[in-house]
């Protein structure tokens, strides 16, 4: 019945298979064979529906639905699998003359200039049309920009993570958006040659943001004021602070900082009480649904078309579009096309967190929040105005949080008192910032707008600060497998379906997911405190080596001296959450001794064994005594 109901969702689902197939299957297959095979399996979908029995009509929907799971599979391998990525390697593995096209405007990193390119060929003028981040030295007199042509003297590398264990993906990611490549470009090292045409959107779209971050700035607004509002409006927050960025996700608000479907919203309603006089005829209310899509799309490209910003105005173009004709349109239609739409577009968004995110807390209050309106009908408008706010809350933690704590580790203690007190604060600040853009031409009333958004600013900060200081306000290190992340979406699903429908199918669903979710928990723990091993780190700078002996570590680094390192929490911290670690640091060069570990210069011992710690820069003097060593432990500075 549901999916009577949800047609797109028959399609989706195949279509979502295919992708995932393409992503994780080890599958070659050729595009020109996946081809064929849709245009069979179309041909005999056609051909069997002519036929009205229930046999061929069965078998024409498999037919259409193996289609989709071939059109997923299909466009995934054109997204994300690199065929010439083998042929070209070739090329780049010693230091030449390259010519590149900069296609996207360079961003300033603290010791370079970060610029996407397309290596177009190399010295032999071999064809190549490779994307590659190209890091430029900041001593450059004259930085690239978009739509240079340059010739680049340097040796191209594979895009490599980090090597640590359960650290970010970064390789991955970058494939999912057809980059495979990375160069430091030294200021001799390249030559601008000419330009090649832009993208006119792409480029009009960046200038238009740049031109509204200085009308911010020419209101005296700067500090994180300044960072704030050119995030939360523009999706600009290059200049934010990472402490006020921690903050923010402490507190379990930092979807604020992200331009979202509130936003767009915002702009929407804004822009359809401006359009309202257009709604007197057919024709103009067509003019007014184009003018509208036109300038929700235009917005979404300022900001960076981020997930969110896709999402939401995708939604608003079916709802313009249904207003337009006079029907209601229905939030599930309207979710899961925009999902169809902007997965066909992209497949691979569909691993990307904030698309993850953004889908689920839509999902969440679309289906949760109206059944916890219900439970209460306060009589004050005002108390019913909080009460709307903290169910939209909970109802999009409900759906999120799951996932969340599966990526980040981290519950936010405090969600439902940020949220009260930072959502119509930041409702108003888009106003206030949008207010301020349209009247930017009027000094007098500018000034008062951006004297009265800074303070707004500073009021939403301080409450979010004080919030982050309160004692508990994070639950950290927490770790869940995918497998207990789905169990706990079951508990949710059963129990709400439970309450809804109260059917003992559900109840014995419901508690059934929770006990497996209980024993998964009691088998990781028991699993990860019985593991003796060690772990050679690898840091932006320095060296790091772990003994963990039953979930008690001692990590010797000879640059981390703290947990608040960077290195650690880029580099250690979410092994050490994924295995249920606790770890003490250690500087290198130190000895030490607890209950299972001896360390004496560059010797442990460790579960029975002696370990050398050799380094290569290190000069290691003979011993008075020779020492069995077991194994050696070579460490890179």
């Not at 989706?12 to 245009?39: H, V």
């Not at 030559?191 to 700035?217: C, E, M, P, V």
């Not at 929490?569 to 994924?578: G, P, Q, V």
Request: proline share 3%.
């Amino acid at each position: 019945m549901f999916f009577r109901n949800y047609p797109v969702l028959r399609l989706l689902i195949p279509f979502a298979l295919g992708i995932a197939g393409a992503y994780w299957l080890p599958l070659e297959l050729s595009k020109t064979l996946i081809l064929s095979l849709m245009i069979v399996c179309w041909l005999v979908a056609l051909a069997l529906q002519h036929k009205k029995t229930l046999t061929t009509t069965l078998l024409s929907g498999i037919f259409l639905q193996i289609l989709f799971v071939l059109a997923g599979f299909c466009l995934t391998c054109i997204h994300f699998r690199n065929d010439n990525m083998i042929s070209f390697r070739k090329n780049f593995e010693e230091k030449q003359i390259f010519m590149a096209k900069i296609i996207d405007h360079p961003v300033p990193k603290a010791k370079s200039l970060k610029a996407l390119a397309i290596i177009e060929q190399n010295t032999d003028k071999q064809a190549i049309g490779q994307k590659a981040v190209l890091y430029f030295a900041k001593d450059s007199l004259h930085p690239p920009n978009y739509g240079d042509v340059v010739l680049i003297h340097s040796k191209i590398s594979e895009i490599e993570n980090s090597k640590n264990p359960y650290a970010f993906d970064y390789k991955k990611y970058m494939q999912r958006r057809g980059i495979f490549y990375t160069a430091y470009i030294p200021a001799s090292g390249w030559q601008k040659i000419g330009q090649f045409k832009k993208n006119l959107l792409r480029d009009k779209t960046y200038r238009i943001q740049h031109y509204f971050s200085q009308i911010f700035a020419d209101a005296s607004m700067s500090g994180d004021e300044y960072s704030i509002i050119t995030a939360i409006l523009l999706g600009n927050d290059e200049t934010m602070e990472p402490e006020l960025k921690a903050s923010y996700a402490s507190a379990g608000v930092s979807h604020i900082l992200c331009v979202s479907g509130m936003h767009v919203g915002v702009i929407f309603m804004i822009l359809n009480f401006l359009l309202q006089p257009l709604d007197y005829s057919k024709q103009l209310r067509l003019l007014k649904a184009v003018l509208l899509m036109i300038f929700i799309w235009l917005y979404a490209c300022i900001t960076g078309l981020s997930p969110s910003v896709t999402r939401a105005a995708t939604m608003f173009s079916f709802v313009t579009i249904g207003n337009m004709m006079r029907r209601n349109t229905n939030i599930f239609h309207s979710l899961f096309a925009s999902l169809f739409i902007l997965l066909i577009i992209n497949p691979l968004l569909i691993f990307e967190i904030g698309f993850q995110l953004s889908y689920a807390a839509v999902f969440g209050i679309v289906i949760f929040q109206q059944k916890l309106v219900e439970l209460w009908e306060p009589k004050s408008k005002i108390i019913n105005y909080f009460w709307n706010l903290i169910t939209v809350s909970v109802a999009a933690q409900l759906a999120t949080f799951p996932l969340s704590v599966y990526t980040f580790g981290q519950f936010p203690n405090y969600f439902l008192l940020a949220n009260l007190s930072v959502i119509s604060l930041s409702f108003l600040v888009v106003v206030s910032g949008v207010c301020l853009l349209a009247v930017s031409f009027i000094p007098i009333v500018s000034s008062w707008i951006a004297w009265l958004l800074t303070r707004e600013i500073r009021l939403m900060n301080f409450l979010i600060q004080s919030i982050e200081k309160l004692p508990g306000s994070v639950t950290e290190n927490i770790s869940i497998s995918w497998v207990q992340m789905l169990l706990i979406y079951l508990c949710i699903i059963a129990f709400y379906l439970l309450f809804l429908k109260k059917k003992k199918l559900y109840y014995w669903l419901g508690f059934s997911s929770l006990l497996c979710l209980i024993l998964f928990f009691d088998f990781d723990k028991y699993y990860t405190q019985h593991i003796e091993n060690q772990t050679i780190y690898k840091l932006s700078k320095g060296m790091a080596v772990s003994f963990n002996y039953h979930g008690k570590a001692v990590i010797f680094s000879d640059s981390i001296r703290d947990k608040k390192h960077p290195d650690y929490a880029f580099c250690i911290k979410n092994h050490e959450r994924k295995e249920r670690i606790e770890s003490v640091i250690i500087s290198l060069d130190s000895n030490y001794q607890n209950e299972f570990l001896l360390k004496e210069k560059d010797f442990v011992v460790f579960d029975g064994k002696t370990y050398q710690l050799i380094r290569r820069k290190r000069r290691h003097s003979p011993t008075s005594n020779k020492i069995a060593v077991d194994e050696m432990i070579f460490l890179k500075d």
